[in-house]
């Protein structure tokens, strides 16, 4: 592969940045570190909200950048500024949480980089997550209401994101068709084998890497991404350099430029090293 000149990098967390165990490598610690230190932007670019990422990326020295909830706002934490924000207007959240109660799923709704769930929900989280890392992860970083329903409706206002966790396959096969049929406007994908995640049209990955990009004076072909997951697959197409981790869904390595390790190997501190670093 022809030598880029990458000035930013775009790291999807879960599947891609952090091993299965959720965890933050020193390996990958140290190659993030070493392309800081050339002056390379580097950023969590995830579908977690910004309360959701983890404390010792966030703030990791030398990251500055954060790309949150699907694209749908980008912040520059050393400002304490959002550069970038497409939410979800009430009129469609408040329809798509109409469409989504009818299944067995875990619902939550993000506001201002916050996760917000029902609390009796949060209390059986293992019938709808079966992974100890991402029951740790959910129970941690989400805030337990009575009603997210009513939540949604008292506020009456935009939203960075909403997130189902399913039950069962046959409910979330049946949820994405019946959104998909009458939300046109809201972007759904699913990062997790289980969950429908729902944005603004214009909240994705790709498209708020590339503005951020604009905003910095770095050009598409000058930025790197590695992805996993559905929500992936266009900033992964979009970058100068796509990099799809061997664990990565079929879709996503289409669209790559090339494949690297798994996240269990360091796969995306690995590519970093090859392509950027040597």
Same mark, same amino acid.
């Given at each position: 592969m022809t030598k880029r000149n990458i000035r930013m990098i775009g790291l999807d967390l879960d599947g891609t940045l952090l091993d299965s165990n959720k965890v933050f490598t020193e390996y990958s610690r140290d190659v993030i570190s070493r392309a800081l230190e050339r002056g390379v932007i580097v950023l969590p670019a995830t579908g977690r909200p910004a309360s959701g990422v983890p404390k010792e990326v966030m703030e990791f020295p030398g990251i500055r950048y954060a790309l949150t909830s699907n694209g749908a706002r980008v912040l520059d934490m050393q400002e304490g500024k959002v550069l970038y924000e497409r939410l979800i207007p009430y009129e469609d959240g408040a329809g798509l949480l109409e469409i989504l109660k009818k299944y067995d799923a875990l619902l939550e709704i993000y506001y201002e980089g916050i996760g917000y769930a029902n609390r009796r929900d949060l209390e059986m989280v293992e019938r709808y997550m079966p992974s100890a890392p991402m029951v740790d992860y959910i129970r941690n970083t989400r805030r337990p209401v009575e009603d997210v329903f009513e939540m949604c409706y008292r506020e009456r206002r935009p939203l960075d994101k909403i997130q189902a966790l399913f039950a069962s396959m046959e409910d979330k096969r049946a949820a994405f068709a019946e959104v998909g049929e009458k939300l046109p406007d809201i972007t759904i994908c699913g990062a997790l084998y289980n969950n429908l995640e729902a944005n603004a049209k214009e909240a994705r990955k790709g498209?708020?890497?590339?503005?951020?990009? @604009?905003?910095?004076?770095?050009?598409?072909? @000058?930025?790197?991404?590695?992805?996993?997951?559905?929500n992936d697959i266009e900033m992964v197409r979009e970058a100068g350099l796509g990099v799809a981790m061997a664990n990565a869904i079929a879709e996503v390595k289409e669209a790559a430029d090339c494949v690297t390790l798994s996240n269990d190997e360091d796969g995306a501190a690995k590519a970093i090293e090859e392509y950027v670093l040597k």
């Open positions: 498209l708020a890497l590339v503005k951020l990009g @604009e905003l910095l004076g770095i050009s598409r072909k @000058e930025i790197m991404a590695c992805g996993d997951g559905s």
